[in-house]
């Protein structure tokens, strides 16, 4: 490596779920010699963001501050373009890596795209079917993936979506997701806390501890009030404890505390930190829920997972039997989950399932891609389970 200059590699976190499956590749890619990994954070989540980089060894290098109270999706997406344009055009990068299918990671793909600097896309190929569900991100990963030069898809059919759309197979990579990475990085060092059973309204109760998480544009509403009271019902039939971590969006608590503000069977609480929602993700029975991350994360802990959506992009689950897609509909929602925790061998069955997500060497793999492809400074090594769509999956 003497007199070689390390690849310079721009990684764009926006929110709290881009830094947590971040967090492994930037913690990978400092360890490597190979690299110079620049974090810029542009703060489209603000408290959420800085308390998991912190919790997760991640220090921005940059940090910007788009967001406004109440900004629309064309303010947002305006300033974070402009924003991310001064950082890439004010930068010697040999690639821009974003992750997902938030604004964030639209502008930055579309900045690198402007700037000439191949964009890597962790976490491809991901798809609803439905344009507009979820909004907006279905659309945002879409148009990410006619602005990237690599495509790191999580699993086979995310790859297979996007040979489907007409991404040239020797450009996709199938890698696992990095949120198991992370997962595992966690939970082998004992961090978090639960916050199961440790007083407030909702003290340790004889029936299921369940985690709830509810934040969709699309849910948002009256929608979001009727899934409240649906499992406002659920906790009194089967005097269930229930953690909801109330998600910042003013749209989201004011669909959901008058439902479930004093409801003697619920604990909320300000969002968790990762490490404690990690924990307590870890302690539940059942989770419910309309986040993708935590559709990925509940498996890899064996927790089983009832979708709150009508559509969702990570159908790998589903299909696995690691969870169930339910829909918005409250009395479907209420039947479906009374009726899976009347049934614990079918609860243990959904527990046992295989993690369909990955291996925990996800960041490895998506460097080892990136280092033979980047030039000739760049020494690859076998990463057992890689696999190009041209070949054989791990």
Sequence with gaps: MTGQRAHRVLLVIGTRPEAVKFAPLVRAMT???????????????????????????????????????????????????????????GGAFD??????????????????????????????????GVPTDPFPEEQNRRLVSRLARWHLAPTLPAGTNLLREGICADDIE????????????????????????????????????????????ENQGPVMARLARAVAQVAEECDAEVVLPLHRSPAVRDAVLPVLGEHPHVRLTEPLDYLDFTATLAAADLALTDS???????????????????????????????ALLVGTDPQEVRRRTLDLLADPE????????????????????????????????????EVPGAATLAGSPP
Excluded: K
Aim: hydrophobic share 40%; net charge positive.
């Design 31 to 89: 360890a490597d010699h190979r690299f110079d990994p620049v974090v810029v954070t542009t703060g489209q989540h603000r408290e959420m963001l800085d308390q998991v980089l912190s919790a997760l060894d991640v220090v921005p290098d940059v940090r910007l501050d788009v967001m406004r109270e109440r900004q629309d999706l064309h303010r947002l997406t305006s300033r974070l373009s402009a924003e991310l344009g001064t950082v890439v055009t």
């Design 95 to 128: 690639a821009l890596v974003v992750q997902g299918d938030t604004t964030t990671a639209l502008c930055g793909a579309l900045a690198g795209f402007y700037a000439g600097i191949p964009v890597a896309h962790v976490e491809a190929g991901l798809r609803s």
């Design 174 to 217: 199938i890698t696992g997701n990095t949120v198991v990475d992370n997962l595992l990085w966690v939970v082998g060092r004992g961090l978090g806390r639960s916050a199961f059973g440790d007083g407030g309204p909702a003290r340790a109760r004889s029936g299921p501890r369940i985690v709830l998480t509810l934040h969709r544009r």
């Design 292 to 322: 993708g991350g935590v559709q990925e994360e509940a498996p890899s802990l064996d927790v089983p997972v009832l979708v709150l959506r009508n559509t969702t992009e990570r159908m790998e689950a589903v299909r696995a039997g690691a």
């Design 346 to 381: 079918r609860v243990q069955r959904m527990r046992s399932v295989p993690n369909p997500f990955g291996d925990g060497r996800a960041a490895e793999r998506i460097l080892e891609r990136l280092a033979r492809d980047l030039g000739p400074r760049a020494v690859a090594r």
